[in-house]
């Protein structure tokens, strides 16, 4: 069984069902699943290594008594526990040469770094701002979960909350939070989680390319490769990954957008917006809003959640209306 004995000693609920796990190897091939299986079952690898980065704050189990004991001495938790849940909604037109004209105007919902479970209330906190938005499709770009390992339940109920409150297309990638024994449950709510995969979104008969590729910060299993083969040439095509450190690659690949999320913005920031740390091995640039790289425009969302503590200062979460246009003349 893919199922080693060490990732069934360390998963502390029940695994999904033997079809299940089936369905997920003929998706992501018996190498993917066990690439992700193992890596999630590796606790020496949770602090240092693995990854892009070589320390993971989120996986160090003093850090959230560390940083709220500060915050409290500077007499600034409760204000950033009453930042971390005033969503801002922002909008953000691309541009693109080669955009079908039934699709201009077509708007993407860009939610990310969601951490559905870190408190009972931040899942009532996005209902709210999901109803005063329109758009076409809803898109999630990773971090469902609190925690980087161990039970996933809280999660999956939390999301199940919120997905009655989302339109009928709602696509996912993972992030480096979540397990991919999650897929199925997620899928099971009519949200397709893509995994190096591709789909295509149709409207008034022309075509366009969603794309999703598995975590490439902490389990490295992106395969831009597989992901854009489907892509028909000279058609728009849109990448969600869970972290912009795969820039340079995305843009050569051909993709013309990239929607990512994981920094947090730093979430918790200098006055000015200036994050202290973004996690991301990539040009702070490209942590947060929009950027371009060549010929590939991207979008880094700062998060709808926040990460190891529910604060926030200087960096207002937020949710993204993408609106797709002609390029100019």
């Given at each position: 069984?893919?199922?080693?004995?060490?990732?069934?000693?360390?998963?502390?609920?029940?695994?999904?069902?033997?079809?299940?796990?089936?369905?997920?190897?003929?998706?992501?091939?018996?190498?993917?699943?066990?690439?992700?299986?193992?890596?999630?079952?590796?606790?020496?690898?949770?602090?240092?290594?693995?990854?892009?980065?070589?320390?993971?704050?989120?996986?160090?189990?003093?850090?959230?008594?560390?940083?709220?004991?500060?915050?409290?001495?500077?007499?600034?938790?409760?204000?950033?526990?009453?930042?971390?849940?005033?969503?801002?909604?922002?909008?953000?037109?691309?541009?693109?040469?080669?955009?079908?004209?039934?699709?201009?105007?077509?708007?993407?919902?860009?939610?990310?770094?969601?951490?559905?479970?870190?408190?009972?209330?931040?899942?009532?906190?996005?209902?709210?701002?999901?109803?005063?938005?329109?758009?076409?499709?809803?898109?999630?770009?990773?971090?469902?979960?609190?925690?980087?390992?161990?039970?996933?339940?809280?999660?999956?109920?939390?999301?199940?909350?919120?997905?009655?409150?989302?339109?009928?297309?709602?696509?996912?990638?993972?992030?480096?939070?979540?397990?991919?024994?999650?897929?199925?449950?997620?899928?099971?709510?009519?949200?397709?989680?893509?995994?190096?995969?591709?789909?295509?979104?149709?409207?008034?008969?022309?075509?366009?390319?969603?794309?999703?590729?598995?975590?490439?910060?902490?389990?490295?299993?992106?395969?831009?490769?597989?992901?854009?083969?489907?892509?028909?040439?000279?058609?728009?095509?849109i990448l969600m990954a869970h972290s912009p450190e795969i820039y340079k690659h995305a843009a050569h690949v051909g993709f013309d957008v990239m929607l990512c999320g994981h920094t947090h913005?730093?979430?918790?920031?200098?006055?000015?917006?200036?994050?202290?740390?973004?996690?991301?091995?990539?040009?702070?640039?490209?942590?947060?809003?929009?950027?371009?790289?060549?010929?590939?425009?991207?979008?880094?969302?700062?998060?709808?959640?926040?990460?190891?503590?529910?604060?926030?200062?200087?960096?207002?979460?937020?949710?993204?209306?993408?609106?797709?246009?002609?390029?100019?003349?």
């Amino acid at each position: 069984s893919v199922l080693s004995a060490d990732a069934a000693s360390t998963a502390t609920e029940a695994t999904p069902a033997a079809d299940e796990i089936e369905a997920l190897r003929a998706r992501v091939s018996e190498t993917h699943l066990r690439q992700r299986l193992g890596i999630e079952a590796e606790p020496e690898a949770r602090v240092f290594g693995q990854g892009l980065n070589f320390f993971h704050l989120e996986n160090w189990a003093s850090a959230p008594a560390l940083i709220r004991g500060a915050l409290r001495l500077a007499g600034l938790h409760r204000r950033g526990q009453r930042n971390a849940r005033a969503i801002e909604i922002r909008s953000n037109d691309i541009r693109l040469p080669r955009l079908p004209p039934a699709f201009e105007g077509f708007t993407i919902l860009h939610l990310s770094d969601p951490h559905l479970d870190l408190s009972h209330d931040i899942p009532r906190t996005l209902i709210e701002r999901l109803h005063e938005v329109d758009y076409d499709i809803a898109v999630f770009t990773g971090d469902f979960r609190a925690a980087t390992s161990g039970p996933y339940q809280d999660a999956l109920e939390s999301l199940e909350q919120v997905r009655p409150h989302l339109g009928e297309a709602v696509y996912a990638v993972l992030g480096n939070h979540d397990t991919i024994r999650m897929v199925p449950r997620m899928e099971a709510m009519g949200i397709r989680v893509l995994l190096n995969e591709t789909v295509v979104l149709e409207r008034g008969g022309e075509r366009v390319f969603l794309a999703g590729v598995d975590d490439p910060h902490y389990y490295r299993a992106d395969n831009l490769e597989k992901a854009y083969a489907p892509i028909e040439h000279g058609s728009v095509s849109i990448l969600m990954a869970h972290s912009p450190e795969i820039y340079k690659h995305a843009a050569h690949v051909g993709f013309d957008v990239m929607l990512c999320g994981h920094t947090h913005g730093g979430q918790i920031c200098l006055p000015g917006r200036i994050p202290l740390i973004v996690n991301a091995r990539c040009p702070r640039a490209l942590c947060a809003g929009a950027w371009r790289h060549h010929g590939l425009t991207g979008y880094t969302s700062v998060g709808s959640g926040a990460c190891v503590v529910d604060v926030r200062l200087n960096c207002p979460p937020e949710i993204t209306l993408h609106r797709l246009l002609p390029a100019t003349p």
